[in-house]
């Protein structure tokens, strides 16, 4: 894994590309905070399978990725 400031300069060199370049950047993470912060398009995949696509903020409101993230009550 990767401290914070190894993170931050992934990001900051992902985001340069992107603008250098213009270019499509698929980037494959587990750190939902980094995702969020840089992407303007996400695809949530739940064991294989996907769950959600769009914006950060329709993934973040999505409830089947609330659900996979955070688990659901059986009650």
């Known amino acids: ?3 914070v400031e190894e993170k931050e300069d992934m990001c900051r ?6 603008d250098e370049f213009g270019t ?3 980037l ?3 750190d939902m905070g ?9 695809v ?6 996907k769950i959600a696509d769009g914006t950060p903020d329709e993934v973040r409101a ?4 609330i659900d996979a993230y ?3 009550s059986h009650d």
């Open 34 to 42: 980094v995702v969020m912060d840089i992407s303007s398009h996400v």
């Open 13 to 18: 060199f992902i985001l340069d590309v992107n």
């Open 62 to 65: 999505n409830q089947d990725v």
């Open 44 to 49: 949530v995949l739940d064991y294989g399978q």
């Open 1 to 3: 894994g990767m401290n």
């Open 70 to 72: 955070l688990g659901v």
């Open 28 to 30: 494959i993470e587990h």
């Open 24 to 26: 499509t950047i698929v």
